[in-house]
């Protein structure tokens, strides 16, 4: 089951005591966010995002590129932008907490990796 949480703060005790009894009842839990301008756009917000994911047993699963969509635009973060976010978090956090950047695919065509690239 993919939990949706933008932010650390969305893991409240009740939010983390229900995510308890879905785990309790065998479901695996992971988590897909999106990169949001004024959100979560910072490696400090999104490595407590991940942290409180993994306190609360959810693996970060995805980190969607935002839709285009009208009204979305202030939100939006350039994909360059999200990939050197990405670069910088990987020094942060453990690989545990380390999501697959995507977008979606116009039409349905489902999930594309975004990187980032590492070099050797």
Same mark, same amino acid.
């Given at each position: 089951?993919?939990?949706? #949480?933008?932010?650390?703060?969305?893991?409240?005790?009740?939010?983390? @005591? %229900?995510? !308890?009894?879905?785990?309790? *009842?065998g479901v695996v839990l992971l988590g897909q966010s999106v990169l949001l301008?004024?959100?979560?756009?910072?490696?400090?917000?999104?490595?407590?995002?991940?942290?409180?994911?993994?306190? #609360?047993?959810?693996?970060?699963?995805?980190?969607?590129?935002?839709? @285009? %969509?009208? !009204?979305?635009?202030?939100? *939006?973060?350039?994909?360059?932008?999200?990939?050197?976010?990405?670069?910088?978090?990987?020094?942060?956090?453990?690989?545990?907490a380390w999501p697959t950047y995507v977008q979606e695919t116009p039409g349905g065509g489902g999930k594309v990796p975004l990187g980032p690239v590492?070099? %050797?």
């Open positions: 089951l993919c939990v949706h #949480a933008n932010h650390a703060r969305e893991f409240s005790a009740g939010a983390i @005591a %229900a995510l !308890g009894r879905l785990q309790r *009842a301008r004024g959100v979560n756009d910072s490696e400090p917000a999104l490595e407590d995002l991940f942290r409180a994911m993994l306190r #609360a047993r959810v693996k970060p699963y995805y980190l969607h590129q935002l839709d @285009a %969509a009208p !009204g979305t635009a202030r939100f *939006a973060v350039p994909v360059e932008e999200g990939r050197a976010l990405l670069r910088g978090l990987r020094r942060r956090v453990t690989g545990l590492f070099e %050797a």
